[in-house]
């Protein structure tokens, strides 16, 4: 027979249980983020996270790469949008290089859960990003750059040495032959958010870069609080190391091990 001691103990255990017991049913039963967008920068296009997306797919996740136009940043915060439109739950939003300042602008949707940066730019809302990078060492690329009818490119010097060091050469020139011309403007743009302050944020230095200056890519890391890795990589680390930035992705996904 219980005592009056005994029946005490055991109905505030069986009262904290009910309490207890939802929050861990809703716990057990709360969605796996299964969505990942990919933003490429610029002088590229959507195919440079192919080797990404096959890691991603392999882990049982849906990976979507936008084509930005590079036209604005406008034209490629709305070619984001489009594809977020197309998740069906919480997305992990990732941008290389220019498209982190996409990904600031456009990671405000509500559909975004997280963010990662892949040796990107992450400007705060309404910054003026040259005059940040200013500040830090100038990278061999910018010396690079030509242009045309109201447009960029890298010269085939710059992208095979400073952008897509580390690739191999014949898959280099492959890329600097289908490279995203950009508007001449682009990088002027300034974004009205910055996403980073809202969501969790990720970050992958590029230890080697040639493009961004690793020194800026860590202050912004570090400005945004942001869980970091270093990449013994160049710019194209998505390329060189994509099992590294996919493994980012899936930490950022809450998949990692």
């Keep these: 027979m219980i005592n009056r001691r005994h029946f005490s103990t055991a109905l505030a255990a069986g009262a904290a249980a009910s309490l207890v017991s939802p929050i861990v049913r809703?716990?057990?039963?709360?969605?796996?983020?299964?969505?990942?967008?990919?933003?490429?920068?610029?002088?590229?296009?959507?195919s440079c996270w192919s080797d990404v997306i096959g890691r991603l797919q392999a882990a049982g996740l849906r990976?979507?790469?936008?084509?930005?136009?590079?036209?604005?940043?406008a034209?490629?915060?709305?070619?984001?949008?489009?594809?977020l439109a197309l998740q069906d739950g919480p997305t992990v939003l990732v941008?290389?290089?220019w498209a982190g300042t996409v990904i600031s602008e456009a990671g405000v949707d509500p559909k975004v859960s997280a963010l990662v940066y892949v040796a990107a730019r992450a400007p705060d809302a309404g910054e003026d990003?040259?005059?940040l990078a200013a500040k830090?060492?100038?990278?061999?690329?910018?010396?690079?750059?030509v242009k045309s009818g109201g447009f960029a490119q890298l010269s085939e010097e710059a992208f095979l040495k400073d952008f897509a060091g580390g690739v191999d050469p014949a898959k280099a020139r492959v890329l600097y032959?289908?490279?995203?011309?950009?508007?001449?403007?682009?990088?002027a743009s300034r974004t009205t958010a910055a996403a980073w302050k809202l969501k969790p944020s990720w970050y992958a230095v590029s230890k080697q870069d040639r493009t961004t200056s690793p020194e800026l890519e860590r202050f912004l890391a570090n400005r945004m609080h942001a869980r970091t890795i270093e990449v013994d990589a160049s710019h194209l680390s998505l390329i060189t190391h994509p099992q590294e930035?996919?493994?980012?992705?899936?930490?950022?996904?809450?998949?990692?091990?």
């Design 75 to 83: 034209d490629d915060v709305a070619a984001t949008r489009r594809i």
């Design 129 to 131: 990003y040259a005059a």
């Design 63 to 73: 990976a979507m790469a936008v084509q930005n136009p590079l036209t604005s940043l």
């Design 245 to 257: 930035i996919a493994d980012l992705i899936l930490n950022a996904a809450g998949r990692g091990g």
């Design 26 to 46: 809703a716990q057990s039963t709360a969605p796996r983020i299964r969505n990942v967008v990919l933003v490429h920068g610029a002088y590229a296009d959507g």
């Design 177 to 187: 032959a289908v490279q995203g011309r950009i508007a001449d403007t682009l990088f």
């Design 136 to 145: 830090f060492p100038t990278p061999p690329a910018n010396a690079g750059l």
């Design 95 to 97: 941008g290389h290089s």
